[in-house]
Nanobody, 120 residues
């Protein structure tokens, strides 16, 4: 079993900043990638940013230049630094970990989600 736990959400004013943290634990052989997704009411979950084992990062166009993903797959952690936040960023943010439980067994694991609200 793999557990994924996020922290750091909350209420922030437009233009403000927040930092989300996520740690994966449990039966982990290695981690392929860790990242952040968000879900708006009535919409499907969408990629925000992710950090890949190779060191490569990916971002949604809507957050490029404002959000920074960083992490250490050796420590099973990933962070999302969010700046210049906008009301349109209001959503539930989920951490995802693509984990090898063994050399050939790759699975997706999700955190419980953390609410980010951008409002004056």
């Amino acid at each position: 079993q793999v557990q994924v736990v996020e922290s750091g959400g909350g209420l922030v004013r437009p233009g403000g900043s927040l930092r989300l943290s996520c740690v994966a634990s449990g039966s982990i052989f290695s981690i392929n990638s860790m990242g952040w997704y968000r879900q708006f009411p009535g919409k499907e979950r969408e990629l925000v940013a992710r950090y890949i084992h190779s060191g490569r990062t990916e971002y949604a166009d809507s957050v490029k230049g404002r959000f920074t993903v960083s992490g250490d797959t050796a420590k099973n952690t990933v962070y999302l630094q969010m700046t210049s936040l906008e009301p349109a960023d209001t959503a539930v943010y989920y951490c995802n970990a693509a984990v090898y439980a063994s050399r050939f067994s790759l699975g997706d694991y999700w955190g419980q989600g953390t609410q980010v609200t951008v409002s004056s």
